[in-house]
């Protein structure tokens, strides 16, 4: 194990010049990156928008309406075919999804299901996507469910190109737009503070087409509902009467290939411009050519923008929209005329702005508190292992933190808060497996093994526990990333990347690290211990003598019988007062505002009330001038508008009020993420089972899962007893407690594994105190560098690290005492499978095989 093949040194020298390379733009101002030859790395750690402000909306392709314009355009094709071939119809419309034509001449059926079948395109599997059916007296026509389910899927992909355009033509620095699930789109835009902003402009479907005005109808039978079939009555975007134009396009906005905001030469108002692709302005001279007089509808979103009287042919291409235009509205329309039109409307489920103030100063937090965590960290391990071996979990761990932000930088992952969580849990995963490989060196080197064969055994026997706690991690995070949303995923992403780092730091690095120095020390007796039990300066720390024999069974009783009133308290809790839940659960809206001075909770309370809002928490956050703002959506109210109105509400009575963060999210996305949460729960804890039911036995497996459902119950009664709100973070900070305590549990099953081959006659309880004794170390080590790694950010995090790091913080000292007295309990209880071989009473010298 401690040899140095020339491959593991070079990797070792690889992966620290990889670490510092990949890491170093996160420490280079922006102006420098920009001027540096662009072969070299430039990228830098992607900040989520709760690390450095910006907007985030949620979006859902309105598939239905999709499927509608698919139906009302099969409904003309049928008209316009039938009409074609002579073939009289008593009845045509729509109903269920379905065309129905009722034919006046039921001899004709063939001849129109024969026309009609040739309708709808060709399906990549060789049949038509519009299915025709014979029917008494006619014939019916539908779209099939393959067709429409490639034609949501194609929408979703062109609406996330062209939200990405839009975007990107308003200057925004990064955009992220992903799909999630089947028919949504994420779109976070850092810097942009103002999601209505970007609603206005990306939400418009931005469907433009010309369509001829059908003079014959008057206004007395448009009152009267007499329109024509192939006509339609739309509506004029200033609000006056309707107009009814020809249901079929002249020309479309696709065929435009520019647009942009200019400038009336005869009023000065502003007006869009734009110019048509060769088959556009073919047809568009055509039409205006041949309709000399009449007038053509601009219209934009099935709303008219204006009706100009063609006063000649326009052979040019080229034209102009005029309308109640501002300079920036004009700007916002040529925007996403040049994108392209949306193929279906889009609805917005849930918005959030993050002001910058609020994204920088989280930003301090973390950065001030992660650093603190880390140099407390490294001193507590150099003082509890020494100069040597302390020095090279140092470096080991220094490695790993430079792999870990050189891959998030490289693969720019989104960070936030919930990711800087999975970062300090990873580098906690890192510190506990350097102390198992030193507990385990101790450990075999008090039994007598020579300095190298103490080394060398201690990392194959460390080796076993690393990798069986690492996985268990792994599935965790896998299921979080699968089935997570937006920080959840972040968290699962850090966290794995950093198992994967943290092995390899760990193992190799320390390796190559300790190899060097036995190749040229060549010591006589290791100095992580004292070999004749007397302290000799450091280690500095030493939490439990070399031996001890405290009986950890004996307080089983009295345990269960605590973990019961505490699960039964944390029940009652929940029951009674239940969870305070936050947005992304409950829905609904929160605000977080600043003012000059003191916040007015009272008065913001009373101001609430009368913009109609009941049943408001208005409380303060953070600093003295700050509060939060949250409540409901009104019945029958739109989520978003009332945000709106309470913003504008608001302002008008506190002038000067600024809006930090505004979070609006509906019931249908809330109930969905809690429901994807549990699912993530459930999921990650039952693969957990099925895992150590592989390595160990089912009352292992069993008795981890019993103990976690412990831990997460206790953990939520908490934070339902302080009422601190439940979140997605909350729901990142659960899982993060499920990786620390099955890791924990892990650990245990594999030293009470060793240990039941080992002494294969003693009583099972002896063997977990004994197991549990030789343990207690490395428990009290880990634990502690845990809480240490997480103190900075409990205290210094400020209010929005808050919550997550409370509940990570109770649940780290949960999942160590539920590893003794819950896990291992029922290992007891239970019993285990054991062989008859002989065996070596516990406590006397064996020297470990290889």
Known sequence: MLALPRWKVILCIVAVLFGLVFTAPNLIPQQTLDSLPGWLPKAKLNLGLDLQGGSYLLLEVDTDALKSEKLNNLLEDTRTTLAGKSIATTALGLSNGVVTAILANPAQADSAFQALATLGQLQPNGARDVVVRSQPGGVNLALSDQAMALESSKAVDQSIEIIRRRVDALGTREPSITRQGVNRIVVEAPGESDPEKLKAVIGQTAKLTFQMVDEQVSPEDLAAGRIPPDDIALPSQEGGAPQVVKRRSVVTGEMLTDASQGFDQQSGQPVVNFRFNGVGTRRFAEVTAENIGKRFAIVLDNKIVSAPVIQGAIPGGSGQISGNFTPDSANQLAIVLRAGALPAPLKVEEQRSVGAELGADAVRAGQISAVLGFLVILAFIVLAYGLLFGGVAVAALTVNGLL???????????????????????????????????????????????????????????????????????????????????????????????????????????????????????????PIIDPQGRRQGWPLIKFVPAQTHFKFTRLAPIAAVVSGALVLASVGSVATTGLNLGTDFAGGTVIETATSGPAPLAQLRAELGRSGVKDAQVQGFGSPNAALLRFKTPDGADAMQAANTVKTDLAKTFPGIQFTRVEVVGPKVSSELMASGVMALALAIGLMLLYIWFRFQLQFGLGAVIAIFHDLILTVGMLSALHIEFSMTSIAALLTIIGYSMNEKVITFDRLRENLRKYKRTPLREIIDLSENERLSRTLITGSTALLALAGMLFMGGPTLFPLVFAMVFGIVVGTYSSIYVALPIILVWGVKRGDDAETAPGAAAVPRP
Request: proline share 3%; charged share 15%; no cysteine.
């Open 404 to 526: 870990l932000i050189a891959a998030m930088s490289l693969t720019q992952a989104t960070l936030t808060l919930p990711g800087v969580a999975g970062m300090i849990l990873s580098l906690a995963l890192a510190v506990d497996a350097s102390v198992l490989i030193y507990e385990r060196i101790r450990d075999e080197s008090r039994a007598g093994a020579a300095p190298m064969l103490a080394a060398d055994h201690g990392f194959r026997r460390a080796m076993v526990s690393i990798m069986d706690a690492n996985v268990t991690t792994l599935i965790a995070g896998a299921i979080m990333f699968q089935f997570g949303a937006g920080p959840v995923r972040g968290f699962a992403w850090s966290l794995s990347i950093g198992v994967f780092t943290s092995v390899f730091s760990a193992i190799v690095v320390s390796q190559v690290l300790l190899g060097l120095w036995f190749k040229r020390a060549k010591p006589k007796a290791l």
